[in-house]
């Protein structure tokens, strides 16, 4: 079996990263308490080369020599059919500007797109399937200021293609290392208090999303 953690932070010791070491931890742990022999492989998408769809089409020409698939060259070309044929995909994202980053947007057309078939059923193999966000705005703001509907977006194109993702929403997280070194209006003091008191919490949450993925994978409840 093979499964998937997509880290769509550039900050490899952040928040996003932390967040997915937990899952991924979860999904190991599940796999030895199973005896399973498997595969689990964090990727950051900071450190390939790619770049969004760029609506070739090749994808969607019937009985083209690329149909189901992404011709484009670069370090997606060998990694996209990895996800594609694995049992299970974790992503994760920071919020930028209220949505998930660049990268992972740039990501998931890349991904998606090539599986999407237009009014009828997916090419892809239906997988477990997860996505956590972190963001500095605690809940409440992001609940006045951000709409549902980005999340369930993208959420309802995952679950198009693959399956229902789990979802994580985690908030309030610490952004900079030293508060002292950044212009900024935060209260640090509640930041210190919700990273040590609330992203624990949150930390298991992803642990137990590892748990789940490889819990549904083996039975094939997706
Ligand atoms: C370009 C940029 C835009 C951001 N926009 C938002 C935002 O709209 N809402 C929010 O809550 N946080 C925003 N943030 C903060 C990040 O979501 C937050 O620091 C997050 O924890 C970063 O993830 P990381 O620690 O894994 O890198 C932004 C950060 C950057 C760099």
Not at 52 to 80: E, W
Not at 131 to 157: A, C, D, G, K, L
Request: charged residues 30%; contains cysteine.
């Amino acid at each position: 079996m093979k499964f998937y953690l997509i880290n769509g932070s550039n900050r490899k010791k952040f928040n996003t990263a932390k967040l997915l070491d937990s899952a991924a931890e979860g999904i190991t742990d599940e796999l030895e308490r199973r005896k399973i022999t498997a595969k689990v492989e964090i990727i950051d998408l900071y450190t390939l080369d790619y770049k969004g769809c760029k609506s070739c089409l090749h994808c969607k020409k019937i009985d083209g020599k690329y149909y189901g698939t992404c011709p484009i060259k670069d370090d997606l070309l060998t990694l996209l059919p990895k996800l594609w044929n694995s049992d299970g995909i974790i992503l994760a994202s920071p919020i930028y500007f209220g949505n998930v980053s660049g990268q992972m947007r740039c990501f998931l057309e890349r991904l998606i797109f090539p599986k999407f078939v237009y009014g009828s059923d997916t090419l892809a193999t239906p997988k477990p399937t997860a996505f956590i966000y972190n963001m500095n705005v605690t809940r409440q703001m992001s609940e006045e200021m951000y709409t549902e509907s980005i999340y369930n977006t993208i959420e309802r194109f995952i679950e198009y293609t693959f399956t229902k993702p789990y979802s994580l929403k985690v908030y309030d997280t610490y952004q900079f290392k030293d508060y002292s070194l950044y212009e900024h209006k935060f209260d640090e003091k509640a930041k210190k208090k919700q990273l040590e008191e609330q992203f624990p919490k949150d930390l298991e949450e992803a642990y137990s999303i590892g748990v789940q993925i490889v819990r549904d994978a083996v039975n094939n409840r997706h």
